[in-house]
């Protein structure tokens, strides 16, 4: 049994072994592609370095269009309890928001506050509207224009969540972003 483990290490030592002796190295390659392109080696650095900045960049572009999508697509932002300002959390996602209607000044959206079921429906319908003027504002400031939206407050008419517990009240106290 022993000499059958030793046998089974040699082997894998062997395998190894020729794996690496076979092998050459990146800069081994890297010297031989300098010298059949004749550039000096300053020159492939140079190109190498470029190269690892162009893909860096073009990594760092996809990862902000990834987050541009994701934030796009974001149209729901919540509220406190008889709070009419948003979440800071929500900052950035409002600036995608703001940037995408700044590029596109065709683009309309409505906003649609609502609120939950707690108080009078006169003191909600205002609460929606004011919640809806705090996305409203933010937008505008950071570029949207103010004739690309449109405002609408429906209180606790249109609930998200008919229950009566804390968690369905959180998900009644919003502003949705519909696009028309």
Known sequence: MKINHLFKLALLLFALSTVVACSSTSEEADASEVADSGESGIDATTRRTQELE?????????A??????????TRVFYFDFDIADFRQADRDVLNFHAQDLAAN?????????HADE????EYNLAL?????????????VNGAARNQIESVSYGEERPADRG????????NR???IVTE
């Open 54 to 62: 162009d893909a860096a960049a073009a990594r760092a572009a996809a």
């Open 64 to 73: 902000e269009e990834r987050m541009r999508r994701s934030a796009l697509a």
């Open 105 to 113: 000044p065709s683009k309309r959206i409505r906003l649609e506050g």
């Open 118 to 121: 707690r108080g009078t429906r």
């Open 128 to 140: 929606g509207e004011r919640r809806n003027n705090s996305i409203q504002n933010y937008l505008i």
């Open 164 to 171: 009566t517990s804390e968690t369905a009240y959180q998900r």
């Open 174 to 176: 919003r502003v949705e």
